[in-house]
Structure formats: C-alpha cells, structure tokens
C-alpha cells in the first residue's frame, strides 16, 4: 500500500487549503484513515480521523475548522481545512490502520504517506 499526500502550500491566516491522499496497491475501504501533523521540534500529532464507516473524530485544536472525508471508490481520503492559523503551521501525513479500531496513537498506524507542508503566515 502506498500514500500519496497533495494540497499542501502557503497561505494567509484565516485562507482555506484541502488535501488529499490518494491511495495505492489495495482498497482502503475497509480501514481506518487519519491526518495528522508534525511542527518543527514537536512530536507528530493527530489531527482528524474517520472509521471505514464515515465517523470522525477530532483533535480540539481543529474542531469547527476541519472536515477529514474519505471517497471509498477513488481510494482517497480528503482534509478540508478552513480559517487556518499561523499554528496549523505543519507537515501534515495521512494514514491508514486495519482494522475497525481508531486510535489516536502514531505508532499503531500501518501505513503513511510522505507528508506535506502547510504553512500558514500571519
């Protein structure tokens, strides 16, 4: 399985950005998905996830903000990110778990994209 990550970029505080991770090499349908961040001298954090069903969760800093979404038949899953802040400041990654268990934890995802830049100036 591969992940692909894309959408990243620079924009103004209170701009919008969506990005996407397209998935590879088997269906994704089935798991669960996530984005998560990673700011320069900090530990990669969760941002949002959803369930193979649709339910989403996510972190508080982002709630009201953010909309993670996933389009099982293109194998992608989707952050829409709204009112963005110097804070959202990050490399954001996508990732994938098996299983119906979502977890807020890093190191039980099975797969990851590269990651990509969002930079937000103020």
């Known amino acids: 399985v591969q992940l692909q990550a894309s959408g990243g970029g620079l924009v103004q505080a209170g701009g919008s950005l969506r990005l996407s991770c397209a998935a590879s090499g088997r269906s994704l349908s089935s798991y669960g998905m996530g984005w998560f961040r990673q700011a320069p001298g900090k530990e990669r954090e969760y941002v949002a996830l959803i369930n193979w069903s649709g339910v989403t969760y996510y972190a508080d800093s982002v709630k009201g903000r953010f909309t993670v979404s996933r389009d099982s038949a293109k194998n992608t899953l989707y952050l829409q990110m709204n009112s963005l802040k110097p804070e959202d400041t990050a490399v954001y990654y996508c990732?994938?778990?098996?299983?119906?268990?979502?977890?807020?934890?890093?190191?039980?995802?099975?797969?990851w994209g590269q990651g990509t830049q969002v930079t937000v100036s103020s």
């Open positions: 990732a994938a778990i098996k299983g119906v268990a979502l977890t807020t934890r890093v190191n039980e995802y099975d797969y």
